[in-house]
């Protein structure tokens, strides 16, 4: 366990650059006082790692030192070899690194375990993208991946809500959700969320920016994600629902249908349960909701409820227009 952590200090210290004896406690789930002892017995090794104290001070290898041990066992190369990022990193414009980055993996890997990790990878595929749905893929994509890397300010025209505004910001990262990608920059040192989608005009310059020394893209997501449906499905309703619409809803909101499963209670209808979900606006949630047709009824809010009654007489205006005039 401890040559194991030994050899995980000595990769993020190669990656990430200098790190605090407390980062490294927290990364590893030890004591400041272990992660002093494996420093020493690094060091001891001939490993060239230094201290430097203060309060921006941590550990950190001599300019130019690198390792050439990854340490990889058989199940973490099938891993990496099945992570999916394939057409990603097409995107960025880092298919052939990719390419070439798995093959130098299977050439460093003992015989039996690169033949099993490229089993994996040719029995093996992820697909993150919905069905009836494309993922997208801007042009502006491996530009902004250029950005992200060369640690450079940009300048956009961003379609908000609100219309088009222009934006400086220091682009912090990538992410693809769902088959789209969003970018996370901080404006005036405050990280936020972009869609990529809806840049309109990118330009990179030539001014650097400090990347944020605690900032982490994998922690910012989750946490930024978690809050964004949070506020997103803040309101409530109670519908009631047939076994059909059940199934239906778990297409249409995945959400609600495992509010629905989790918690619902008999109604009066045969083999209809009555449920509470969450939603949003009133409009875009009896548009939503409308998809199910007569398998779902919503009783409450009576906002709500207005709204799917207006929406679907529209809906039978028009078709009845339609009819007449054939």
Not at 16 to 40: K, N, P, Q
Not at 228 to 257: C, H, M, W, Y
Not at 309 to 322: F, N, T
Request: glycine share 6%.
């Amino acid at each position: 366990m401890r040559a194991s952590r030994l050899l995980s200090i000595l990769i993020l210290l190669q990656v990430r650059g200098r790190l605090s004896a407390e980062t490294l406690a927290r990364e590893f789930e030890v004591s400041v006082r272990t992660i002093y002892r494996d420093v020493d017995q690094l060091s001891a090794a001939g490993v060239p790692i230094y201290a430097e104290r203060g309060r921006s001070g941590g550990f950190a290898l001599l300019d130019g030192y690198r390792t050439k041990l990854t340490g990889f066992t058989s199940a973490e190369a099938n891993a990496l070899l099945l992570a999916g990022v394939g057409e990603a990193a097409a995107d960025l414009g880092l298919g052939a690194e990719l390419a070439a980055a798995q093959l130098k993996l299977l050439a460093s890997l003992p015989p039996e375990s690169g033949a099993s990790a490229e089993r994996v990878a040719a029995r093996f595929h992820l697909d993150p993208a919905a069905w009836y749905s494309r993922p997208e893929t801007p042009e502006i994509l491996p530009t902004l991946a250029t950005a992200v890397w060369g640690e450079r300010r940009i300048k956009l025209r961003y379609e908000s809500w609100k219309g088009e505004v222009a934006r400086t910001l220091d682009p912090l990262g990538l992410v693809l959700k769902g088959g789209a990608w969003y970018l996370v920059a901080a404006a005036q040192g405050q990280p936020r969320t972009y869609r990529v989608s809806n840049i309109r005009t990118l330009a990179i310059t030539e001014t650097p920016f400090k990347r944020p020394r605690n900032f982490e893209l994998a922690r910012f997501w989750a946490r930024w994600a978690r809050e964004f449906e949070d506020r997103l499905l803040a309101a409530r309703a109670t519908i009631e629902i047939s076994p059909a619409g059940r199934k239906l809803l778990r297409d249409v909101n995945p959400i609600a249908a495992h509010a629905v499963e989790t918690a619902h209670r008999s109604c009066r209808r045969a083999d209809w349960v009555r449920a509470e979900i969450p939603v949003e606006g009133a409009d875009y949630a009896a548009r939503q909701l409308l998809r199910l047709g007569a398998e779902l009824e919503v009783v409450a809010p009576p906002a709500l409820r207005e709204a799917v009654a207006m929406e679907a007489q529209r809906v039978a205006s028009l078709y009845r227009k339609r009819a007449r005039k054939t």
